[in-house]
C-alpha cells in the first residue's frame, strides 16, 4: 500500500492539489469585498515598477491577486509543497522562479544561486518579482537575500499584506493563514525600502530590519483595518 508522504510527491496528485487550492483561492477572492490601503495602491507603485514584491511566509496564499494585469512572477521553493503552489500559481499565468531563500550550506543544494540570478534576469525585463522576506523555518525575521537581490537589480522593495475577516491560522512554524469566503478583505502597501547599489554590510543589515519593521507594520494595519488581530503576538 502507497504511503501517504509517497502519494503526495506523485505528479496526479501535486496537479490536483495544485488545481484545487487555485480554484479555491478563486472562490475566496470573488466572494470577498476587497479594499486597497491606500486606495490608490496601483496609481503609487507602478512608477517604480518592475518592483520587488514582499511578504511573510503564512501570509501568501492570496498574493497571486496582487498582479492585476502587471507581469508578474514568483519564487517558490523546489519541494514538493512548493510543486503544489506553482502549479496554483501557473492557473493565475504567474511566472514561477523555482529555487530557495534558505542560508547557510544548502544554499546551492537548493537552487539559490540559479533562482537569485533568473529573478535578477526577471527584474530586468521588466517583470516584478514576488518572495517571501523571511527565510524557511525563520518566519517573521527578514533575510539578508532580498536585500541582496535589490541592491544588485537597482529595483526597490514593496512591502505588501492581505488580509480577510474570515480565516483560520494554522499552528504550524510560519502560522499560515487560511483565508475564507464571504466576508470583507483588503489589500494594504507600505513604504519602499531602497538598497543603494554601493551600500555596506551595516547598510544592508539596517535595511534588512527596516523592512522587517515595515512588514509587520503593513501586516498590523491590513488586520486592522477588516476588525481582526493578526493572532500572533509580538508581531509573530
Known amino acids: 500500500m502507497m504511503r501517504l508522504r509517497d502519494l503526495t510527491r506523485t505528479g496526479w496528485f501535486q496537479r490536483a492539489a495544485g488545481f484545487t487550492a487555485a480554484e479555491f483561492l478563486r472562490l475566496v477572492w470573488l466572494t470577498n469585498r476587497f479594499t486597497l490601503d491606500p486606495p490608490d495602491l496601483y496609481e503609487r507603485a507602478e512608477p517604480d515598477m518592475p518592483l520587488i514584491i514582499a511578504f511573510w511566509h503564512g501570509e501568501h496564499f492570496m498574493m497571486p491577486f496582487v498582479r492585476r494585469n502587471y507581469p508578474a512572477a514568483v519564487l517558490i521553493s523546489r519541494h514538493r509543497d512548493g510543486e503544489i503552489n506553482a502549479i496554483a500559481a501557473e492557473r493565475f499565468d504567474i511566472e514561477t522562479v523555482r529555487g530557495s531563500g534558505s542560508h547557510g550550506n544548502d544554499f546551492h543544494r537548493k537552487g539559490g544561486v540559479g533562482a537569485f540570478k533568473t529573478m535578477l534576469r526577471t527584474l530586468e525585463d521588466g517583470t516584478n518579482m514576488a518572495l517571501t522576506a523571511d527565510v524557511p523555518k525563520v518566519a517573521r525575521k527578514a533575510g539578508l537575500g532580498i536585500i541582496m537581490l535589490a541592491r544588485e537589480s537597482g529595483r526597490p522593495i514593496l512591502p505588501i499584506a492581505i488580509a480577510t475577516s474570515r480565516f483560520k491560522r494554522m499552528n504550524n512554524w510560519d502560522r499560515s493563514v487560511i483565508h475564507l469566503p464571504f466576508g470583507r478583505g ?41 476588525g481582526q488581530s493578526e493572532g500572533i503576538s509580538d508581531g509573530r
Open 186 to 226: 483588503v489589500i494594504a502597501s507600505g513604504a519602499t525600502v531602497c538598497v543603494p547599489k554601493d551600500a555596506s554590510e551595516t547598510d544592508m543589515e539596517r535595511l534588512r530590519v527596516q523592512l522587517e519593521e515595515r512588514l509587520n507594520e503593513v501586516n498590523r494595519r491590513a488586520y486592522r483595518l477588516i
